[in-house]
């Protein structure tokens, strides 16, 4: 789990000659063993489960996109990040991936890293929450909160294959084998992208639904406040980020892009009062496709929501 020459070589921009001006790309780091704790970024390179799902595929690209992205934004943190690699599925076996980036979403848990992992499809979703439940599996019953922005529910049947619109599923099984609750949140659904049986799906895990025509400048304390409620219930949250829940115009390099979606002026505050829980262990990013994207308009709003944070 270290950062290969390929994942560094994309940590490269301007360089200002005033004091206190540094860039990412000046004080990304490769994860090392012993790493002062910090933000880990770990890519995951994968988009099988988007193949699976009948998607158009590319965001296996992504990862390297976003490094790019990110790398000549200004520096504002105080702890140090790092750059912990990539995990990916050159072979197909999507199931393998999934449990490697599991593992290695533990090990940065277990060093006190907060992992933000980029994606790759929204299978990356199973991945990334089984290393969370690895790290809390010696607690009884942990309560993990799953808040997902997303156009889709992504609960689909699993039972005849694993894709990139079963995740949430997956983990609402593994949930009730363990004896675990299921505490899972999807905002921006779009109801004109999930069928009536995935409506029902949603209502008997009952989960948090808030739909992308409701989520306006009026409504945003109403939903923060939901969201704050939510969180109070868990022992630790788990952030997901669809990036085709922002409206195609503003993401239009994604697997799936949004009619409508729900803008970036009203996602940053739901995000921001997610981060002032105290709860967030885990985050990471999903769908982003570079070979669809526009002057990097997708990539760069995928830096910018990494940007805030990491604040």
């Known amino acids: 789990m270290l950062a290969d020459r390929q994942s560094m070589a994309a940590w490269s921009g301007r360089t200002d000659p005033e004091t206190d001006s540094a860039r990412w790309h000046q004080r990304i780091r490769s994860l090392s063993a012993g790493s002062e704790?910090?933000?880990a970024l770990l890519g995951?390179?994968?988009d099988e489960g988007v193949r699976r799902n009948h998607g158009r595929v590319g965001a296996a690209a992504a990862p390297q996109s976003v490094r790019k992205a990110l790398a000549n934004l200004?520096?504002?943190r105080q702890a140090p990040a790092y750059d912990a690699g990539d995990v990916t599925c050159e072979d197909g076996d999507l199931e393998a991936a999934q449990a490697r980036l599991g593992h290695n979403v533990c090990a940065l848990l277990d060093a006190g890293h907060l992992p933000l992992v980029i994606g790759g499809?929204?299978?990356?979703?199973?991945?990334s929450w089984s290393?969370?439940?690895?790290h809390?599996?010696?607690?009884?019953?942990?309560?993990?909160?799953i808040v997902n922005f997303d156009a889709h529910f992504d609960l689909r049947d699993p039972a005849h294959v694993h894709s990139s619109g079963t995740p949430f599923a997956q983990i609402a099984e593994q949930c009730a084998a363990r004896g675990w609750p299921f505490r899972y949140a999807c905002l921006g659904v779009s109801r004109a992208s999930n069928t009536r049986a995935l409506f029902s799906r949603a209502a008997e895990l009952n989960v948090l639904v808030r739909e992308d025509h409701e989520i306006r400048e009026s409504t945003l304390d109403a939903i923060g406040a939901e969201l704050d409620a939510f969180a109070a219930e868990c022992d630790a949250l788990y952030l997901t980020l669809d990036i085709d829940v922002l409206p195609a115009c503003e993401a239009p390099g994604v697997s799936a892009p949004a009619a409508r979606g729900v803008r970036l002026e009203l996602l940053?505050?739901?995000l921001e009062r997610l981060k002032a829980s105290g709860k967030l262990r885990l985050a990471d990013l999903a769908e982003l496709n570079p070979e669809y994207d526009i002057d990097n308009r997708t990539a760069k709003v995928a830096a910018r929501l990494i940007h805030l944070l990491s604040l």
Not at 131 to 134: I, R, S
Not at 136 to 145: C, F, Q, R
């Open 268 to 270: 940053e505050p739901l």
């Open 44 to 46: 995951f390179a994968c």
């Open 37 to 39: 704790p910090g933000l």
């Open 74 to 76: 200004a520096w504002h």
């Open 131 to 134: 290393g969370l439940a690895e």
């Open 136 to 145: 809390l599996s010696g607690n009884h019953a942990p309560k993990i909160g």
């Open 121 to 127: 499809g929204h299978e990356v979703a199973f991945g």
